[in-house]
């Protein structure tokens, strides 16, 4: 027998109320980033730059080393365009590039 209150809820539905509280830290949909960074950047730029994390729309980016660092400081605002323009929205205000591992 159960009890009034003591009935299971299917985890999916538990996540789903999670990810949509509007009190979130942080959007659940800007882990597209991760999905379309290829796909935006292309094989070059994606064999020696990751993203990292994104929060308040600064997107932080690891890249191979100081020359790649250098050439994507120059382009930040067109990846950054096109990756918003690939969400649909304005989802990064700023790229910071960084040296380090992958």
């Known amino acids: 027998m159960e009890k009034d209150g003591d009935s299971l809820v299917p ?3 538990v996540i789903s109320n999670i990810l949509s509280d509007p009190t979130l830290p942080f959007n659940p949909d800007d882990a597209n980033i991760w999905r ?16 990292l994390w994104i929060k308040n729309g600064k997107l932080k980016v690891t890249v191979s080393d100081p020359i790649w660092l250098q050439e994507l400081q120059f382009v930040e605002k067109d990846i950054r365009e096109k990756l918003n323009a ?17």
């Not at 379309?36 to 990751?50: C, F, H, L």
């Open 11 to 13: 985890l999916k539905d």
């Open 36 to 51: 379309v960074w290829d796909e935006v950047v292309g094989p070059a730029i994606s064999k020696n730059a990751r993203p």
């Open 86 to 102: 690939k969400l649909g929205r304005k989802a990064v205000d700023k790229i910071e590039f960084r040296v380090g591992a992958k």
